[in-house]
């Protein structure tokens, strides 16, 4: 793995709300911006700021559903990525 891609993994990770959010996708399933945004306490335009961050990391994926997108974690994670879900699902 290159240091760029290590340092895009890492700095998806750079804040609360971002671990948060991963935690949360960790559990299965897809979720809408405005489920997470309620979950995590904090408005629709900022959740949505931090989800396309951690989709450009690599950490999750995006379907559109008539009028809404569903995120989830990517279904093919693994090396770094996976194991840093793994650490983040089992925090407290």
């Known amino acids: 793995m290159m240091l760029r891609e290590l340092e895009k993994i890492y700095r998806a990770l750079g804040t609360r709300k971002r671990l948060e959010i991963l935690k ?6 897809e979720k809408t911006v405005g489920d997470i945004a309620s979950t995590i306490h904090l408005s629709f335009k900022s ?9 450009q990391a690599g950490f ?3 379907r559109q559903a008539g009028y809404v997108g569903l995120y989830s974690l990517e279904e093919g994670l693994a090396g770094v990525r996976q194991q840093l879900v793994n650490h983040i699902r089992q925090s407290k």
């Open 60 to 62: 999750l994926e995006r």
């Open 24 to 29: 949360l996708l960790s559990g299965g399933g």
């Open 47 to 55: 959740t949505s700021k931090h989800l396309v961050f951690l989709r």
